[in-house]
């Protein structure tokens, strides 16, 4: 069975532009949840969607959201980039709620 | 609020040595407490999943034991290698939920 796989693996941006980020979760997988992982912060959630509905947010602005396809697949979009969005973004996909989850090998987003 | 701490932060053994990293949570309502491994620039890896009802799991060189009533978890790593020099973090579900709340992670390195 493939895994999580993100797209693109890497992106350069310019402050004030925006970019989104694609998700695929292991085939049968209807969560997929976000997080953004930096020195300074660590591995915080942004969000999660199950059958194509938001379910759960985290504490970022709403610069940072979200969709997912009746596939499963998943896309974050940032907008307005700020220097501090540069961040390994990462999603992770699971069956349904509190089941061991997956994660892909992630996005590394640098905002200059 | 959920609060993970992990110790140490960091951790260099000789290779062959056998090893505990430990892990602590605040609020014991947590669903299921999953391990994994970082390795730089990449992705998580999912290496135990104990349930709230478990006492324990096992894989391979790996075991994890989980005490909710105290908030600790440990994860013991038998025989340890180079090749397990990675970060390692823990992170707990609450119950009903997705969203994982991470500790900062113990960086492991073993010297051959």
């Known amino acids: 069975k493939a895994g999580v796989t993100q797209t693109p693996r890497y992106l350069i941006k310019t402050r004030g532009q925006q970019v989104t980020l694609s998700c695929s979760p292991i085939s049968g997988h209807r969560s997929v949840s976000w997080y953004q992982q930096t020195p300074g912060q660590g591995l915080q959630f942004l969000f999660e969607?199950?059958?194509?509905?938001?379910?759960n947010k985290g504490n970022f602005p709403g610069r940072f959201s979200g969709r997912q396809f009746s596939n499963s697949r998943s896309e974050m979009n940032v907008s307005t980039l700020e220097l501090g969005d540069s961040a390994l973004y990462l999603c992770?996909?699971?069956?349904?709620?509190?089941?061991?989850?997956?994660f892909g090998p992630g996005t590394r987003l640098t905002v200059t | 609020k959920q609060e993970v701490t992990q110790i140490p932060a960091a951790l260099s053994v000789p290779e062959g040595e056998n090893l505990v990293l430990n892990c602590s949570f605040t609020d014991s309502a947590i669903y299921n407490l999953q391990w994994f491994r970082q390795d730089p620039g990449k992705g998580l890896t999912s290496l135990l999943l104990i349930q709230s009802s478990q006492r324990e799991q096992t894989s391979g060189r790996l075991n994890a034991s989980l005490d909710k009533s105290s908030g600790r978890s440990t994860l013991y790593i038998a025989a340890s290698q180079p090749g397990d020099s990675a970060t390692y973090l823990c992170a707990v579900t609450r119950t009903g939920g997705s969203r994982l709340t991470f500790g900062e992670g113990t960086q492991l390195t073993v010297n051959p």
């Open positions: 969607y199950f059958s194509e509905t938001q379910r």
């Open positions: 992770a996909s699971s069956t349904d709620r509190a089941y061991e989850q997956y």
